[in-house]
């Protein structure tokens, strides 16, 4: 294992919890909003650069690549039971045991390692105990329905607050500790 693997969750979601509309559309991730005393994207993009691989399911991956590849050469593994194509050269895919996965393939190679989507990716993660941190990001907007972040996890979980961070558009980021208790 790689001294400290981390993995963390990221999620972007709406105020009420929704990580994309009923028909999977996320058009309203980008904010028209302003916060005067928010923080700039600059010093989030540097910490983007220190991401050593990340992990997503199928949809996610193929919404990714409709609209535009943000995750640069950087490792991918998506995990799906789906014959999938592999669009870039830094992507893997990944069918089995999740405690698996994590323990035999990703902490051993990895130290920075994000899970950034989709909804069961995170579900499953949360409620297996393979991840240590929850990143949640929310746009100033109220969608009403939609798919959840996180829903029927199937047992209570403490989180630690690490951090928040509210940035200029409106967005505000919560970095939680996923806490390792019963």
């Not at 559309?25 to 923080?39: F, I």
Request: charged share 30%; with cysteine; aromatic share 10%.
């Amino acid at each position: 294992m790689t001294d400290m693997s981390k993995v963390t969750i990221h999620m972007v979601s709406s105020l009420d919890f929704f990580i994309a509309k009923k028909d999977g559309s996320v058009s309203w991730l980008q904010s028209s909003d302003s916060y005067e005393k928010g923080a700039t994207y600059e010093d989030a993009q540097e910490f983007v650069k220190r991401i050593d691989c990340f992990v997503m399911g199928s949809r996610t991956y193929e919404h990714a690549l409709t609209l535009g590849w943000p995750y640069g050469d950087v490792p991918t593994i998506v995990l799906s039971h789906r014959a999938l194509r592999a669009d870039r050269e830094s992507v893997e895919f990944y069918s089995g045991d999740l405690h698996k996965f994590v323990n035999d393939r990703l902490k051993p190679n990895y130290k920075n390692i994000w899970v950034v989507g989709g909804a069961m990716l995170a579900r499953e993660f949360i409620r297996l105990r393979l991840a240590d941190d929850i990143v949640i990001s929310i746009m100033p907007i109220i969608l009403g329905d939609g798919i959840r972040f996180v829903d029927e996890i199937e047992r209570e979980q403490d989180l630690h607050l690490k951090d928040v961070t509210a940035y200029k558009d409106g967005m505000v980021e919560l970095s939680y500790e996923i806490r390792k208790t019963g």
